[in-house]
């Protein structure tokens, strides 16, 4: 992983062949002590992408063999019990052109991961778990 500070408001970060998205990504997140907004392009093999089942209360994920284009990936960093999360969405191309798309579990970057950060620190935004889902969701409130 190589990241650069552009300015006070955004980050740019690149992930090498191997590298799994997420595990980067919270990586910088934890070294540099920032979250953020992310939004990324790139290329990624054996992607695991999933969507929350409101009514049992948890995530269905697929496991997708092959390699694929990573057209969109956009979602957060935060922090909860100081540890980051990172939470992405990706739409992905195949090679017939169609794409799929969902919550992002992994994805191992076959080429590269171009993504830009824009940041807040790491205790501007948290956490928490939301009793009605189980998942930890914003804290907007005090």
Same mark, same amino acid.
């Given at each position: 992983?190589?990241a650069?500070? @552009?300015?006070? +408001?955004?980050?740019?970060? +690149? ?5 799994? @998205? ?6 910088? /997140? ?5 979250? &953020?907004?992310?939004?990324? @392009?790139? /290329?990624?093999?054996?992607?695991e ?5 409101? /009514?049992?209360?948890?995530? +269905?994920?697929?496991?997708?063999? &092959? ?7 956009? !979602?957060? @960093? ?11 969405? /990706? ?9 799929? !798309? &969902?919550h ?31 998942? +930890? ?6």
């Open positions: 992983m190589e650069k500070r @552009i300015s006070d +408001k955004l980050w740019v970060v +690149k992930l090498s062949p191997g590298e799994d @998205i997420l595990e980067g990504l919270a990586v910088f /997140a934890g070294e540099k002590g920032v979250g &953020g907004f992310v939004n990324g @392009i790139g /290329a990624v093999k054996e992607p992408l999933g969507y929350f089942d409101l /009514a049992e209360k948890s995530y +269905k994920k697929k496991k997708f063999d &092959g390699e694929f284009e990573l057209l969109s990936l956009s !979602g957060n @960093i935060s922090f909860s019990d100081n540890e980051p999360l990172v939470h992405v969405h /990706a739409v992905l191309g195949r090679n017939d052109f169609s794409t799929i !798309g &969902g992002l579990f992994s994805a191992e970057v076959s080429v590269t991961a171009e993504i830009v950060i824009i940041p807040w620190g790491m205790n501007e935004l948290s956490r928490t778990k939301d009793q009605e889902t189980g998942l +930890k969701l914003w804290k907007l409130c005090d």
